[in-house]
């Protein structure tokens, strides 16, 4: 995998960053920022909004990396009465030790602690476990493109690397085959927004809405399955 490196964004929160890509996991203009708006503001609330009598809720997300985005789901579905089960698919993940680098930084304290991220990430792969006592999670380390999917989601969070560095990410073919596993009423979101990636979720019978993103990004995308 790519060198990362630590790299403190402009809200105080942390990320990784792949100097020879000039990349970074989230945005530099603050990445707990850019996870509440996009994911968690954007994503979740918007399905909780949609499905308010639903007593489960099946995630999924694709680019796994620190965590920050489970993390954040943990902590808003903690007080509901919800059955949540998450599944998140990362092909490269981080050491232990770069975990160990990224719990140092406490701007997460209102959201979870760094002893819940260190367990988060030491649970063993490709099997199930209950982060909480109404959600679990499966970490699976594989590469999107090759997984083959068993089951359907009500929410999709698509947090993979710009198009730029990861091209196949991006593919109609590969995001048309994730939107096809999207409940009625559930929600595709991402931080990324461009035409090819919009045609491919209106193929798969989506609403595309186009929302404000955070700093840094003038908009970003949901889908919502009809």
Same mark, same amino acid.
């Given at each position: 995998? +790519?060198?990362? $490196?630590? $790299?403190?964004?402009?809200?105080?929160?942390?990320?990784? /960053?792949?100097?020879?890509?000039?990349? !970074? /996991?989230?945005?530099?203009?603050?990445?707990?920022?850019?996870?509440?708006?996009?994911?968690?503001? !954007?994503?979740? @609330?918007?399905?909780? @909004?949609?499905?308010?009598?639903?007593?489960?809720?099946?995630?999924?997300?694709?680019?796994?990396?620190?965590?920050?985005?489970?993390?954040?789901? %943990? !902590?808003?579905?903690?007080?509901?009465?919800?059955?949540?089960?998450?599944?998140?698919?990362?092909?490269?993940?981080? %050491?232990?030790?770069?975990?160990?680098?990224? %719990?140092?930084?406490?701007?997460?304290?209102? /959201?979870?602690?760094?002893?819940?991220?260190?367990?988060?990430?030491?649970?063993?792969?490709?099997?199930?476990?209950?982060?909480?006592?109404? +959600? !679990?999670?499966?970490?699976? $380390?594989?590469?999107?493109? %090759?997984?083959?999917?068993?089951?359907?989601?009500?929410?999709? /969070?698509?947090?993979?690397?710009?198009?730029?560095?990861?091209?196949?990410?991006?593919?109609?073919?590969?995001?048309?085959?994730?939107?096809?596993?999207?409940?009625?009423?559930?929600?595709?979101?991402?931080?990324?927004?461009?035409? @090819?990636?919009?045609?491919?979720?209106?193929?798969?019978?989506?609403?595309? @809405?186009?929302?404000?993103?955070?700093?840094?990004?003038?908009?970003?995308?949901?889908?919502?399955?009809?």
């Amino acid at each position: 995998m +790519m060198p990362r $490196k630590l $790299k403190i964004t402009a809200d105080g929160s942390p990320t990784f /960053y792949l100097p020879h890509k000039n990349e !970074s /996991y989230h945005s530099i203009h603050g990445a707990l920022t850019e996870s509440l708006h996009v994911f968690i503001n !954007s994503g979740l @609330e918007h399905w909780l @909004e949609l499905n308010p009598l639903n007593s489960s809720l099946d995630l999924l997300e694709v680019g796994f990396g620190t965590g920050l985005n489970f993390l954040l789901t %943990s !902590s808003r579905l903690k007080n509901t009465k919800r059955l949540a089960t998450y599944e998140a698919i990362e092909a490269y993940p981080l %050491s232990i030790d770069e975990v160990e680098k990224f %719990s140092l930084n406490n701007s997460f304290k209102d /959201y979870f602690s760094s002893q819940e991220l260190m367990e988060l990430h030491r649970l063993p792969w490709e099997r199930v476990h209950y982060f909480e006592s109404t +959600m !679990s999670i499966k970490k699976i $380390k594989s590469k999107v493109e %090759s997984f083959s999917f068993e089951k359907k989601y009500d929410v999709v /969070y698509y947090d993979v690397f710009a198009k730029f560095l990861q091209p196949e990410l991006w593919t109609s073919e590969l995001i048309q085959l994730i939107a096809n596993q999207v409940k009625k009423n559930g929600v595709f979101i991402t931080y990324a927004a461009f035409g @090819e990636l919009r045609n491919a979720l209106s193929k798969s019978n989506m609403n595309i @809405e186009r929302i404000k993103g955070p700093r840094g990004k003038r908009e970003i995308t949901r889908a919502i399955k009809h």
